[in-house]
């Protein structure tokens, strides 16, 4: 079967750095997508990786590894709008997204 | 204001009633989809539309229903609704199908009781 792991919720401090792990077993993989959505509104796009490796854009970050089936997400110098879920979502053989359940992310100050 | 609009934002509905949840998009994109998102759980598709004129059975189809009749609008209805229908559902659309980014509208909180 198809299955997606993140940690459910995680805490960190204002200023900070965070990493949010994703572990996925699909049919397939042609690429792995990180969303972010705050509470009660849509998610938008932070990251898509297909090969190895990470990639950086501005305060995120977003590191792949296939042969492990294992992504992260690094958010540096934490702001309190950072507070939202983040969605992990590989792609698999059939260009279906395959969505976890997604980390709460609360920053504290 | 470009993007995705859907309707109504919120609805409280009586099982067996019909429901159409609206999506409209004005960014031109071929590929349409409509999720469902409960708590606990990751979104998971409904149907999906690659281009107009076409439409694919997602994840979780049944009791739901779509159309694509211009490259625009992609309602969902629910048929004869049931309660394990409450749910926030969200639109999306993407440029060039599931390996480009999703642009979601803001969600259609429905309630069935």
């Known amino acids: 079967g198809q299955n997606i792991d993140q940690p459910t919720e995680m805490t960190a401090t204002e200023g900070a750095i965070v990493q949010i792990n994703c572990t996925y077993q699909?049919?397939?993989?042609?690429?792995l997508f990180w969303y972010q959505q705050h509470a009660g509104e849509a998610p938008t796009f932070l990251s898509y990786n297909v090969l190895d490796g990470l990639e950086e854009k501005g305060r995120f970050s977003s590191f792949l590894s296939r042969s492990k089936g294992y992504s992260y997400l690094l958010l540096k110098e934490l702001q309190m709008k950072d507070s939202a879920s983040y969605l992990c979502a590989p792609l698999d053989s059939n260009y279906q997204l395959i969505w976890g359940a997604g980390t709460k992310l609360i920053i504290k100050p | 204001i470009a993007g995705i609009t859907q309707a109504p934002t919120s609805q409280i509905l009586a099982a067996g009633r019909r429901m159409t949840l609206r999506c409209t998009q004005d960014m031109r994109h071929n590929a349409m989809y409509w999720y469902r998102q409960d708590l606990g759980l990751g979104l998971r598709l409904i149907h999906y539309s690659n281009t107009a004129g076409t439409t694919g059975k997602g994840e979780v189809p049944d009791g739901y229903s779509v159309s694509r009749a211009n490259t625009d609008d992609f309602p969902l209805t629910l048929a004869s609704a049931v309660p394990s229908q409450t749910s926030v559902y969200f639109c999306?659309?993407?440029?060039?199908?599931?390996?480009?980014?999703?642009?979601f509208g803001e969600g259609s909180r429905l309630t069935v009781l």
């Open positions: 999306a659309s993407s440029e060039t199908g599931e390996t480009g980014e999703l642009f």
């Open positions: 699909t049919s397939g993989f042609n690429g």
